[in-house]
């Protein structure tokens, strides 16, 4: 059974730190490929960050030199280390991986608000 465990989402100031964790479990984990989405109210959901298996990253514009995302094989966890946080940044934020078989799986979402 395939599970998606995220972590870290909280409150905080503009100008603020977040570090986001996916933990995974039930994939062959360092051949996975992974992202993290966020979906804010009224708004369309966004690809924030992405890692392929070989650790080749891709970030949105509205992010880049802000967010780093990261994974640890030995953990099975996926990280999204977000600096400089905006208002603009608040919403939940999912992390997805596209498993070895392309099946796609989804964690529960982690709400992140930043504050004026």
């Known amino acids: 059974q395939v599970q998606l465990v995220e972590s870290g989402g909280g409150s905080v100031q503009a100008g603020g730190s977040l570090r986001l964790s996916c933990g995974v479990s039930g994939i062959i984990f360092m051949r996975a490929i992974m992202d993290w989405y966020r979906q804010a109210p009224g708004r369309e959901t966004e690809l924030v960050a992405g890692?392929?298996?070989?650790?080749?990253?891709a970030y949105a514009d509205s992010v880049k030199g802000r967010f780093t995302i990261s994974r640890d094989n030995v953990e099975n966890t996926m990280y999204l280390q977000m600096n400089t946080l905006k208002p603009e940044d608040t919403a939940v934020y999912y992390c997805?991986?596209?498993?070895?078989?392309?099946?796609?799986?989804w964690g529960q979402g982690t709400q992140v608000t930043v504050s004026s």
């Open positions: 890692i392929t298996n070989e650790d080749r990253t």
């Open positions: 997805h991986v596209k498993a070895p078989d392309d099946r796609n799986y």
